[in-house]
């Protein structure tokens, strides 16, 4: 049995008294254990002895030692606060580019897909809830530092990181710090997120990555705070500054029968992206499945995806897709200046790129995107 000094005693029961209360703590962990395997976090304020604010998304938590954020992920401990997953992975697998998805960035590439436990929303519709509603200590989970993880990239051959499955920015110091290493070694890293972060964190994050994809849940407020836990304003405002920040940006829209398919929001949707982003950036349609908590709501119709698509294009968007509908020609993509499909794909495969340099090989026509390595 190892043995403890008595503060680390006087620290386990102290948790463990805190667990009977709130339901929030970690198990007992040794200072030496606390300092091999999690991580002093970014983005919080000290509030008193024992409390500090965490201000690294909206939620804003504030936590007493012992206790986690809405994450799950992040724990004041001694009057500071601390990452549970910095480099804890629970999910590990090699996906093409094409599934986050990220259709103008590499495609044809795979990309070494990475995730932890937690996530600072809750939607009901989660596909992922076993990841991103779970506690760390309820995964399996291998720890891999950002150089090992960066060297696996390399000796499997993936020019890209993702950071996706959960929500990214909840492992903030570990994607921060893997990125360092990734610029110097030619490696690509993405994350796949709800666009759910503070001002400060993502403009300090954001310029160092090389694309994001964020899930533009609804253009509206009543879904994001019903359906998903959380607020659109901060997801407008992320979706502006990634633009801003020039990093390559794709967007997507899950269709939920009933839920957010309102056509005056899918409207409002489409002239946002137009006005503060621009008309060729990508926007994905994808189709939903009855999942988690909303098993009661049917699939999502192909005629919905197909208006929906129609009410953006109709609305200046370039670049419009329908995903999760294989075979679909809406998967594919078309010169935005002579309609000639320029890039076929089946599935999350893309089987034909014809760019040339970039350019419609019919009419010369730049198409806006991250081609090559």
Same mark, same amino acid.
């Given at each position: ?24 703590? +970690? ?37 007493? *030692? ?118 110097? *070694? *030619? ?103 009855? +999942? ?74 730049? +198409? ?6």
């Amino acid at each position: 049995m190892r043995s403890v000094t008595r503060k680390q005693f006087l620290h386990s029961c102290l948790y463990s008294m805190q667990a009977l209360v709130v339901g929030s703590v +970690i198990p007992f962990l040794p200072e030496d254990v606390i300092a091999s395997n999690y991580r002093q976090a970014l983005h919080w304020k000290k509030i008193d002895a024992q409390t500090v604010q965490c201000n690294l998304c909206p939620n804003q938590c504030m936590l007493t *030692n012992g206790t986690r954020g809405l994450c799950k992920v992040r724990q004041c401990m001694d009057g500071k606060l601390y990452s549970l997953v910095y480099g804890r992975i629970a999910a590990y697998h090699i996906d093409p580019i094409e599934k986050k998805p990220l259709y103008h960035f590499l495609p044809g590439n795979d990309a070494l897909s990475v995730a932890t436990a937690g996530c600072n929303f809750s939607c009901k519709f989660c596909q992922n809830w076993q990841l991103s509603q779970s506690q760390p200590e309820e995964l399996d989970s291998q720890y891999i530092t950002p150089v090992q993880l960066v060297k696996q990239a390399k000796e499997h051959k993936t020019p890209v990181i993702a950071f996706t499955y959960n929500e990214p920015s909840i492992q903030y110091e570990y994607i921060y710090d893997t990125v360092q290493v990734a610029k110097k *070694n *030619n490696i690509s890293c993405v994350i796949i997120s709800n666009g759910y972060l503070n001002k400060h964190a993502s403009e300090m994050l954001y310029p160092l990555l090389n694309a994001i994809k964020i899930d533009f849940k609804a253009y509206s407020q009543k879904f994001y705070s019903e359906i998903c836990g959380g607020n659109l304003s901060p997801v407008l405002s992320n979706i502006e500054l990634a633009k801003k920040k020039n990093v390559w940006l794709e967007l997507v829209n899950l269709v939920i029968p009933t839920l957010n398919d309102n056509p005056d929001d899918i409207r409002a949707m489409a002239r946002f992206i137009k006005t503060h982003c621009d008309s060729t950036t990508p926007l994905h349609f994808t189709r939903f499945y009855p +999942i988690y908590k909303l098993k009661n709501i049917p699939p999502t119709p192909v005629s919905t995806l197909e208006r929906c698509r129609e009410i953006a294009l109709a609305e200046g968007l370039k670049y419009v897709y329908i995903g999760n509908v294989p075979g679909h020609s809406a998967n594919n993509t078309y010169c935005h200046n002579c309609g000639k499909p320029v890039i076929e794909r089946s599935g999350f495969y893309t089987t034909t790129n014809k760019l040339k340099s970039g350019k419609c090989p019919y009419c010369n026509t730049a +198409i806006p995107g991250i081609w090559t390595l």
